[in-house]
């Protein structure tokens, strides 16, 4: 097994396959390295993969205190993998949690970055609705301390925007389930007080968006309703951003539909590796029909 050492001392658990650039996918809170197991098989044709489990998820360290958890430190934690695999810049791809971890990249590492994907990222971040999702973010790490983590991914692979994954692809959605189900409750408990509840609102990064100039990619359900004003607010802020939506797809975006989801981020990096992928022309940020109003 191969292990990863985190500048303050946790050991995270990676794998890799395949050759070129490389290409590191960040898992989602209720994922883990395994969940990138399809992208892994298909782009690894193309790219040096690297899939890693983050702090708290297994087999990674499980640090026991919520404050080794942190948005900042997730980041941080893409930076120890990059250093250990002596990886100078990589294309990095995000999903959720994940996402979050990504954006942070592009924000304060942005020499580390090659392009970017944030997939699903946005929950919990619309101002107006910040309280309830606190709420929601304490409810669950309570659950996962008092049920551990079978019967509660049990109600968490079940939620609003989970349930699209089930009815289309229930086998899939099973074993998405099955995987969480596999987490270990502390780890889960501290990374949902540690990263979730204590993570800025998107709308406090806004200034940082700007500064992203590297190639970006956003990815959003139609139906993952916590995402798509995040979605629609990073691409208005990213310089170099471009929005994709699914239709009648939720959270999940990589494994509910991983067909669309590769195809649209080969024709991505297509216009990446091929040097036509350029800044959003400003023209189109005017208002009306024909730009007269500004």
């Known amino acids: 097994m191969a292990f990863a050492i985190t500048d303050d001392g ?28 399809l992208q892994m098989r ?24 919520p404050s080794s958890y942190s948005q900042a430190r997730a980041a941080l934690d893409i ?10 810049k990589a294309h990095i791809v995000g999903l959720s949690m994940g996402g979050f971890a990504a954006l942070q990249l592009g924000i304060s590492h942005s020499n580390r970055t090659l392009s970017l994907v944030l997939a699903g990222c946005g929950s919990g971040a619309v101002p107006d609705k910040r309280a309830d999702f606190l709420a929601e973010v304490e409810a669950a ?48 408990a501290n990374t949902l007080r540690g ?9 406090e990064l806004i200034d940082g968006m700007k500064t992203i100039q590297v190639p970006t990619l956003i990815i959003t359900g139609d139906e993952d309703e916590p995402c798509l004003e995040p979605s629609l607010l990073m691409k208005r802020n990213i310089p170099s ?12 975006n990589n494994i ?16 990446v590796l091929s040097g036509r992928y350029a800044l959003r022309d400003p023209r189109s940020q005017q208002s009306g029909i024909l730009g007269f109003n500004k």
């Open 79 to 88: 930076v120890c993998i990059l250093d250990h695999l002596r990886i100078d």
């Open 256 to 271: 509910e539909d991983p067909d669309t989801f590769n195809r649209h981020l080969m024709e991505f990096y297509f216009s």
């Open 42 to 65: 298909f782009f690894s044709r193309y790219f040096r993969c690297i899939t890693y489990s983050a702090r708290g998820y297994l087999p990674s360290d499980v640090p026991p205190l």
């Open 195 to 203: 990263v979730q509840k204590m993570r800025p609102s998107l709308w």
């Open 141 to 188: 790490a309570v659950l996962f301390e008092k049920l551990g983590a079978v019967e509660a991914a049990k109600k968490y692979t079940m939620g609003p925007t989970r349930v699209q994954f089930e009815r289309k692809d229930p086998r899939g959605w099973l074993e998405f389930s099955k995987l969480m189900a596999d987490h270990d409750p502390v780890g889960s």
């Open 10 to 37: 946790v050991k995270l658990y990676y794998e890799e396959a395949g050759a070129g650039q490389p290409l590191l996918f960040v898992h989602e809170f209720a994922g883990d390295w395994r969940s990138w197991e």
């Open 241 to 252: 951003a471009s929005l994709v939506v699914f239709p009648r797809a939720g959270h999940t």
